[in-house]
Each structure stands twice: as structure tokens, then as C-alpha cells.
């Protein structure tokens, strides 16, 4: 049965909810020659590492859903469903761009690294007939990235939820819109696909403290 609350006892439940403005984003994990392919277009790593995070303007925390089949004739007149694979939603985050445009080389560059694997001393992206070959994913040149964090925090820094996206890597930078008129701060927009995310921590030391993937140490 339904009973009548005071307003005493709603409160504190209604004033303990998060806020969507507290969370930064982490980059790292890429390889050696796409570090230093980037570091060749003016994108070092401290600003990857550092910097690029803090840019990040709009994220979303991540989500995913299961595939299911449909199976009949286990009970007679029954329709069971069971699951098969798990599929995760595409990441896309929202950079403001700073005065050295480092957060455009970086993307653009990114995905300029994934494409250009028929590229070669003697090959240019001017020359007639070039073609685009994409890079193996993995190893020392790969292009996905191992691991990238999304940290949502509270105010008052006393509880936070963590993300860590595995082999995460940029399927579409977005078209970036300027215009004349009245200035705006310059942002770009970048949706990311990756193989699989943590909820939780997932180090060494949470691990060894029995707090990873959101374990309440007791």
C-alpha cells in the first residue's frame, strides 16, 4: 500500500542526485609510431595525455545492449528469447579547439594515420591514382587505442563512476562549421567506435584493494 511521505523524507533524496558537469576524459594507450606520426603534425604527447582530456566539452557515459534469438519448440507453445553477444553503443565527444588547433590535427591526423597504409617516401596523397590502405589495428603501428577513460565525478569529489573503453579508435570527425558574425568558441565533434568498456576501475592496485569494476571493498 501506498503511504503518504513528508517532505522531510524526500529531500534528502532528491538533493543527492549527480550533476552532468563534473568528468574528464582520458587518452592513452596509443602506439609508438602513432605518437610519434602525431608529434611530426605538431600533437605531442603531453597534449594527448593531458591536455586534450580537459578540451572535451560534451560526452556521454556509455551504454550497450544485447543481441537476442528467438527460440521455439523447448515447451510446447512457449517463445523463449535468449542472448548471444553484447553490442556497445558508439562513443562521441564534443572538443572545444584550441588556438594552435592542436584538438583538429589531432583527430584529423588520427584518422589521416588509420588510411594511410599505402603511404611510402615516394608516395604522396598528391600524386595521381593515390589510393588509401588501411593499417593493421594492432601492434607497435596500430591505431586503436588501449585505454581510454571517462571519469564522472561529484562535486564534492567524494564518489565517482569510471570507464575504460579498449581498442577505441575515431570513425567520424565531424565537419567543423565557421562562419562570419558573432564569435563563438570553435568546437569539434568526433564519434569513436570501440571493442569492449569496464565499468569501474580496473588497475592493479584496485584489483589488489578489491575495489575494481565497482566492488565495495567490505
Not at 571519469?151 to 563512476?161: C, P
Not at 570507464?163 to 564569435?183: A, D, E, H, K, R
Request: hydrophobic residues 35%.
Amino acid at each position: 500500500m501506498v503511504r503518504p511521505k513528508k517532505i522531510a523524507d524526500i529531500k534528502p533524496i532528491l538533493t543527492n542526485v549527480a550533476q552532468t558537469s563534473h568528468y574528464q576524459v582520458f587518452f592513452d594507450g596509443l602506439s609508438p609510431d602513432l605518437f610519434s606520426f602525431l608529434g611530426k603534425k605538431g600533437v605531442n604527447k603531453r597534449f594527448i595525455t593531458e591536455n586534450a582530456g580537459l578540451l572535451c566539452s560534451q560526452a556521454s557515459i556509455p551504454g550497450s545492449q544485447l543481441a537476442t534469438t528467438d527460440i521455439f519448440g523447448n515447451f510446447t507453445g512457449v517463445q523463449e528469447k535468449f542472448a548471444h553477444s553484447r553490442i556497445f553503443s558508439e562513443l562521441t565527444l564534443e572538443f572545444y579547439v584550441d588556438k594552435d588547433y592542436k584538438t583538429i590535427k589531432f583527430f584529423e591526423h588520427w584518422v589521416d594515420y588509420i588510411a594511410s597504409g599505402s603511404e611510402s617516401s615516394s608516395v604522396r596523397k598528391s600524386d595521381l591514382g593515390y589510393f588509401y590502405r588501411m593499417r593493421y589495428p594492432r601492434g607497435s603501428s596500430g591505431y586503436k587505442c588501449d585505454k581510454t577513460k571517462i571519469i564522472k565525478f561529484n562535486i564534492d569529489y567524494r564518489s565517482e563512476i569510471e570507464y575504460t573503453f579498449f581498442g577505441l579508435f575515431p570513425i567520424n570527425f565531424s565537419s567543423t562549421s565557421v562562419q562570419y558574425g558573432s564569435s563563438d568558441i570553435l568546437r569539434a565533434s568526433v564519434t569513436f567506435s570501440y571493442e569492449r568498456y569496464i565499468a569501474g576501475k580496473e588497475t592493479s592496485l584496485s584489483l589488489t584493494q578489491n575495489l575494481f569494476e565497482n566492488f565495495v571493498r567490505r
